[in-house]
């Protein structure tokens, strides 16, 4: 099968075409194949080795020290299943399923196994499967970090970085679990983030939301600006700071916060649950969790998705699409593969653009 790899951390253009085996199901795993994928933030930074702050060396020990351990990215897939192992009891050949394996990644392949228990469900029929794909990362996030906060209907929450892929999510659970929201974007997003149901929204270069002299119950900080040194004031009285995308400094702070303050510091990488993604299907099937999709590109085009991604300037979710190719997946890939950038002879510098 074919897989989009990288075997060296860099900028977009280490992406290549490789052929690769295809995987086989463990007993108790299902054979997906995949029709859609997406570029997130975690991807980019797994891609570039550009982490929070304090974490470079960590992530490094982690993902391998001098080249990548996994070669193919991608946390969130939708698609087709295809083949069972011998115990699976939970899906059929036929399903269409969407999910996520972030610790494992993978999904930038023609077929990706995943154990049938895992964060894996059946895609809502209202949803095509690019809408599916975009599902999980950003949902997952927020209900992972809204569970660990315990948000309880009628709070105030305000979500800093609102227009990307988990600043969308969090704004329509925290809605959808009843508290009052405001989102913190750039004027060109006030529209979306309103159209998905924040009460109020800051324009984050027209007005400072830590000088407005209100307070929340809950601040969602997506996009690593609003760390507890800047917006503590802005918090209510046992108020929780969620940093989606924090440093080491402030997770290390978070146990003396708790005891000076009362306030406290919610931070760590989010957990993936089946539970969870059954519950976006669920809510997505219903019209009540809307995936938000920036950009669709064909896998062919991957460096050029990643390009977008790299520059922090994504609304909601970026989405790869798998069915440009051949049932074979050989058919039209030479003409798909010219489209791709080429290996460097020599490294360009790492890209140090924000995720959003």
Known sequence: MKAVIYEHYGPPEVLQWQEVAR???????????????TVTAGDWRVRSLTMPRGFGLISRLVLGLRKPRQAILGVELAGTVVALGSKVNQFK??????????????????????????????KPASLSFEEAAALSFGGTTALDFFRRANLK???????NGASGGVGTAAVQLAKHFGAEVTAVCS??????????GADHVIDYAKQDFTTNGQTYELIVDTAGTAGFSR????????????????GLAELLQAPWVGLSSGKKII?????????DVRLLAELAGAGKFKPVIDRRYPVAQIVEAHR?????????????????????????????????????????????????
């Open 187 to 196: 004027g060109a997003n006030a529209a979306l983030v309103r159209s998905l």
């Open 308 to 356: 977008y991604v790299d520059t922090g300037r994504k609304r909601g979710n970026v989405v790869i699409t798998w069915d440009t190719l051949a049932p074979d997946g050989q058919s039209g890939l030479a003409d798909a593969v010219q489209l791709v950038a080429p290996l460097p002879s020599s490294m360009p510098g790492q890209s140090d653009a924000p995720a959003r």
């Open 153 to 159: 209907s009628g709070e105030t929450v305000l979500v």
């Open 93 to 122: 050949v036929g399903d269409q399923v969407f999910g996520m394996d972030g610790a494992h990644m993978g999904c930038y392949a023609e077929y990706k196994c995943m154990p049938q228990d895992g964060a894996l469900a059946l």
């Open 267 to 275: 931070a760590g990488p989010a957990t993936e649950r089946a539970q």
């Open 23 to 37: 995987p086989t199901p463990k007993d108790h795993e299902v054979l997906i194949k995949v029709h859609a994928s």
């Open 231 to 246: 917006c503590k004031g802005s918090l209510a009285d046992k108020g929780r700071l969620l940093l989606v995308l924090g």
